[in-house]
């Protein structure tokens, strides 16, 4: 199983971008999705999660930022508006996945990170 992660980039504060994150491989089905962010000289957090329809933002993205996923592509995405300089940071993919190989085991998997500067 590979989670591969678009690219990200840098951005204008205020500006927007959007992530995305395809699974692929012996895929039997993917519990949660979620995306973390990681700054430099800090622990890796949780930005936005979800799983069986809910979903849930960490404070400081409430608002701004949308998680969403497509399930026909095993795909979730992460739109990012209003962006800060403070939301700098690698993003990594996060994915609960059983596989087709052992469907009763949910393994974590991880996107190879992204990296989103906001700058001007």
């Known amino acids: 199983v590979q989670l591969v992660e678009s690219r990200g980039g840098l951005v204008q504060p205020g500006g927007s971008l959007r992530l995305s994150c395809a699974a692929s491989?012996?895929?039997?089905?993917?519990?949660?999705m979620a995306w973390y962010r990681q700054a430099r000289g800090k622990q890796r957090e949780l930005v936005a999660h979800?799983?069986?329809?809910?979903?849930t933002y960490a404070d400081p993205v409430k608002g701004r930022f949308t998680i969403s996923r497509d399930n026909a592509k095993n795909t979730v995405y992460l739109q990012m508006n209003s962006l800060k300089p403070e939301d700098t940071a690698v993003y990594y993919c996060?994915?609960?996945?059983?596989?087709?190989?052992?469907?009763?085991?949910?393994?974590?998997?991880w996107g190879q990170g992204t990296q989103v500067t906001v700058s001007s």
């Open positions: 996060y994915a609960a996945i059983s596989t087709t190989q052992a469907k009763g085991v949910i393994v974590p998997y």
């Open positions: 491989g012996s895929i039997f089905s993917i519990n949660a």
């Open positions: 979800t799983t069986s329809g809910r979903t």
